[in-house]
């Protein structure tokens, strides 16, 4: 997933062959060290060969404003069918660093309690939260990104989860407990115009793993986003995490789409 952040002024490119956008990204470029954007849309109509041959074109006209800002660390997300856009962005010196597959759940049916053992985070869980957040990712795009260092990574996860537990990045955190220790964390946030949950990191310390901490918090998560009359929930995972796969199948989840994460770095 990509952090949370504020919205930021968008450049918008439109040509006869299609249009582009790109957005700085201010969170991201205090955590990564480094001037950073990410490309929102390339949109071309036609035939593949054309369509590709026209976002190629538009892929020019974005690097050298992004080039012209500045900009150092340009990522894109596309969907696993568009082919064009991701042939495009690899003609273009983009590297492919993640894969996303994201989940759906409806809630109209969902009436489990709330799991023994969760309830919603405290500010003195705060250093346990972290604590996870920091040393928990492994398989997540920043891990992933050779540009960034294994400590810079970690910190993005920490300070990520800080901003959720603040409420600048979540609207709530569900913790799962065991002999009194925070054992595992859900992050949620409520889209309420469109009805819509959507759980955003679930991390769990290493000496809890094995022993269904994760499980039940997420289940204490969806009790909430249920709790919320909200109508649908979505979480999202790398590729290569099968066992969050599982976890969020063996809670009535159902895979919906796949996405790739590309990343340029740029010169001057």
């Given at each position: 997933?990509a ?8 450049s918008?490119?439109?040509?006869p062959?299609?249009t582009?956008?790109?957005?700085a ?6 955590e990564f060290g ?5 490309i929102?849309?390339?949109e071309a ?6 369509a ?9 006209i974005v690097?050298d404003?992004?080039?012209?800002a500045g900009i150092?660390?340009l990522s894109a997300?596309?969907?696993t069918a568009d082919?064009?856009t991701?042939?495009?962005l690899?003609?273009?010196g ?11 759940l409806?809630?109209?049916a969902h009436?489990?309690?709330?799991p023994s053992?969760t ?12 604590d996870i957040?920091?040393?928990a990712?492994i398989y997540?795009?920043f891990?992933?990104?050779p540009?960034l ?5 970690d910190?993005v996860?920490?300070n990520?989860?800080?901003?959720c537990?603040l ?14 220790r925070?054992a595992?964390?859900v ?7 469109k ?5 955003i ?6 000496w809890a793993?094995?022993r ?5 918090a ?14 649908t ?13 599982r976890?969020?199948?063996?809670l ?11 990343r ?5």
């Open positions: 997933m952090a949370t952040q504020l919205p930021a002024p968008l918008r490119i439109e040509t062959a299609g582009a956008s790109w957005r990204l201010e969170w991201d470029t205090a480094m001037p950073a954007a990410r929102d849309a390339l109509p036609g035939a593949y060969a054309k590709r041959v026209d976002k190629r074109e538009l892929l020019a690097l404003e992004c080039r012209e150092r660390h997300r596309v969907d082919l064009t991701i042939h495009a690899e003609e273009a983009f590297e492919l660093i993640d894969g996303i597959q994201t989940f759906a409806s809630l109209n009436h489990a309690p709330l053992g309830r919603l985070f405290e500010p003195g869980d705060l250093p346990e939260v972290l957040g920091r040393t990712f997540d795009r891990h992933a990104d540009s260092s294994p400590d810079v990574a910190q996860n920490e990520w989860t800080r901003n537990c409420g600048i990045a979540a609207d709530a955190v569900v913790v799962a407990e065991e002999d009194g925070v595992s964390y992050t949620c946030r409520a889209d309420r115009e009805d819509h949950g959507i759980i990191l679930v991390a769990t310390a290493e793993r094995g269904g901490a994760a499980r039940r997420s289940s204490a998560a969806l009790h909430w986003f249920s709790a919320q009359g909200l109508a929930v979505e979480v999202g995972t790398q590729l290569r995490n099968i066992p969050a796969a976890l969020y199948e063996s009535g989840f159902r895979l919906t789409r796949t996405s790739l994460t590309f340029k770095i740029l010169h001057a």
